[in-house]
């Protein structure tokens, strides 16, 4: 009888749980749809307007789209090739202290990661310089 009435109580407040969030978040989604959606509209127009902006610049549209996504990598390849970093020192120097493939590990990773760093802060540079003196 007693694990009747536990599993009954448990049941219960899991619906419970599972009712009052789904109300909450279903009057907040709600409330905020308007803001949401302009908030994405305007992030839709600056990209587009960044991007023409490649366009014009490079005088071309292929060339503008691989320099827009060429900008877009070199920003957002930093913080992840620090979080690589990060990880690798971690297996390097402290769970390589008691594992000797894991310290080899973490140096891979570290060397993998400042690697994929220098490609992708130079890759634009590269491609910049290619527009500018290779086209002709």
């Known amino acids: 009888m007693k694990k009747v009435i536990i599993i009954v109580t448990?049941?219960?407040?899991?619906?419970?749980?599972f009712f009052i969030t789904n109300n909450a978040y279903g009057a907040e989604k709600r409330a905020i749809d308007e803001e949401t959606e302009s908030k994405i509209v305007e992030l839709k127009?600056?990209?587009?307007s960044s991007l023409e902006d490649y366009k014009e610049k490079y005088g071309s549209d292929a060339y503008g789209t691989v320099a827009?996504?060429?900008?877009?990598?070199?920003i957002y390849s930093i913080p992840i090739a620090?979080?690589?970093?990060a990880i690798g020192a971690?297996?390097?120097y402290m769970l390589g202290v008691r594992k000797l493939d894991t310290l080899e590990k973490g140096m891979a990773l570290i060397v993998t990661c400042?690697?994929?760093?220098?490609?992708c802060q130079v890759l634009p540079l590269a491609f910049a310089a290619f527009v500018k003196f290779g086209r002709g």
């Open 10 to 17: 448990i049941m219960m407040l899991i619906l419970g749980i």
């Open 45 to 48: 127009e600056n990209v587009a």
């Open 68 to 74: 827009y996504i060429l900008n877009i990598v070199r």
């Open 82 to 85: 620090f979080l690589g970093i």
């Open 90 to 92: 971690i297996h390097q």
């Open 114 to 119: 400042v690697t994929l760093l220098i490609i």
